[in-house]
């Protein structure tokens, strides 16, 4: 328990404007993926899904990410620094996952529970990354929920779109933990 709590308490998110640019080799993207994979799903769904970037394919994503928000955002709302932003987000890092929810046809199982699911397969990815001292942020910032992004990665309909998972390494001091509420006050205890 002692190694899977340090883990977990020393997990940061680390922006990557702050990675160094260092590549990961691709076996260590494919065993991060692995441990995603073993996250709970009701059902036995998987629901699951990564589309991942890296090189020429991550800047070209960027790219095409900046685009989305350019083509979508009110001109009154747009920001060229938000613009620029989002194409040189990933400069430093070394790989992008993007992860979204594949629905079932059938839909039996209920919407929250697969997004659940996802959700803990994208929290084996970080503590993965934390174990192999990778830095990560979970991002869902940009376009990342608007349906123009789940039409440029091909998804369907009732998919949805979880979150750009940046992966790279960084030479900066993880800040120090800190929770805001104390978990007596988020606990209720009934005997």
Same mark, same amino acid.
């Given at each position: 328990?002692?190694?899977?709590?340090?883990?977990?308490?020393?997990?940061? +998110?680390? !922006?990557?404007? &702050?990675?160094?640019?260092?590549?990961?080799?691709?076996?260590? =993207?494919?065993?991060? %993926?692995?441990? /995603?994979?073993?996250?709970?799903?009701?059902?036995?769904?998987?629901?699951?899904?990564?589309?991942?970037?890296?090189?020429?394919?991550?800047?070209?994503?960027?790219?095409?990410?900046?685009?989305?928000?350019?083509?979508?955002?009110?001109?009154?709302?747009?920001?060229?620094?938000?613009?620029?932003?989002?194409?040189?987000?990933?400069?430093?890092?070394?790989?992008?996952?993007?992860?979204?929810?594949?629905?079932?046809? +059938?839909? !039996?199982?209920? &919407?929250?529970?697969?997004?659940?699911?996802?959700?803990?397969? =994208?929290?084996?990815? %970080?503590?993965? /990354?934390?174990?192999?001292?990778?830095?990560?942020?979970?991002?869902?910032?940009?376009?990342?929920?608007?349906?123009?992004?789940?039409?440029?990665?091909?998804?369907?309909?009732?998919?949805?779109?979880?979150?750009?998972?940046?992966?790279?390494?960084?030479?900066?001091?993880?800040?120090?933990?800190?929770?805001?509420?104390?978990?007596?006050?988020?606990?209720?205890?009934?005997?």
């Amino acid at each position: 328990m002692s190694t899977l709590e340090k883990i977990i308490r020393e997990r940061r +998110s680390v !922006k990557p404007s &702050l990675m160094n640019g260092k590549k990961i080799i691709p076996s260590i =993207i494919q065993q991060l %993926l692995a441990l /995603a994979d073993w996250a709970p799903t009701h059902g036995r769904t998987e629901p699951w899904r990564f589309i991942v970037f890296s090189g020429n394919g991550l800047a070209q994503f960027s790219q095409q990410h900046a685009d989305l928000y350019k083509n979508h955002t009110p001109e009154e709302s747009f920001t060229n620094a938000k613009y620029q932003n989002i194409i040189h987000n990933a400069e430093k890092a070394s790989h992008l996952i993007a992860v979204y929810m594949k629905r079932q046809a +059938s839909q !039996k199982i209920p &919407l929250i529970e697969e997004i659940a699911a996802t959700a803990a397969a =994208i929290e084996h990815i %970080l503590l993965g /990354a934390q174990e192999q001292g990778i830095a990560a942020l979970w991002s869902t910032g940009g376009m990342t929920y608007h349906n123009s992004m789940k039409q440029l990665l091909g998804l369907e309909e009732h998919d949805q779109m979880m979150g750009l998972i940046y992966l790279g390494y960084s030479d900066e001091p993880s800040p120090p933990a800190k929770r805001n509420i104390a978990l007596s006050e988020k606990t209720v205890w009934k005997d």
